[in-house]
Structures are given as C-alpha cells and as structure tokens.
C-alpha cells in the first residue's frame, strides 16, 4: 500500500481538504495506507494536514494512527 500512502501525502499537500477529499483520503487510509510515511522534507500527513489548516483531514489521520 506504499503507492497509496504517497497518494494520501500528496493528497493533504495540493488538495482543498473538502468533502470529497477527506473521503478520498479516508478510503485511501481505510484500505491500509501508512499514516507516517514521510515525504521527502521528512513531513508525515498529520504535519501537512496541520499546517495547510485541514482539521478533518488531520483527525482522519490521527484516528488511523498517524503521527506528528
């Protein structure tokens, strides 16, 4: 499920964070993508949903286990 962790990373970093976003990124998560998988600045999806002010997508994550 790597491909689809990077997805999810890619996903929090260039998306609005709406609705259909956050479902995307939760199915993504639900089917096992890594939570914690750091981008190539060493960012996980937790600190990039954080910062680009994405309250449910970062709740998502963190429900999945995701760190800061």
Do not use: F, K, Y
Not at 1 to 29: D, F, K, S, Y
Request: glycine letters at 14%; hydrophobic letters at 40%.
């Amino acid at each position: 499920m790597r491909g689809a962790t990077r997805i999810v990373i890619v996903a929090v970093v260039l998306g609005e964070g709406g609705p259909v976003h956050l479902a995307v990124v939760g199915q993504l998560l639900d089917t096992g993508a890594d939570p914690n998988l750091v981008d190539r600045d060493g960012h996980t999806p937790l600190r990039n949903a954080e910062e680009r002010n994405h309250p449910a997508i970062a709740e998502h994550i963190r429900r999945a286990g995701g760190r800061r």
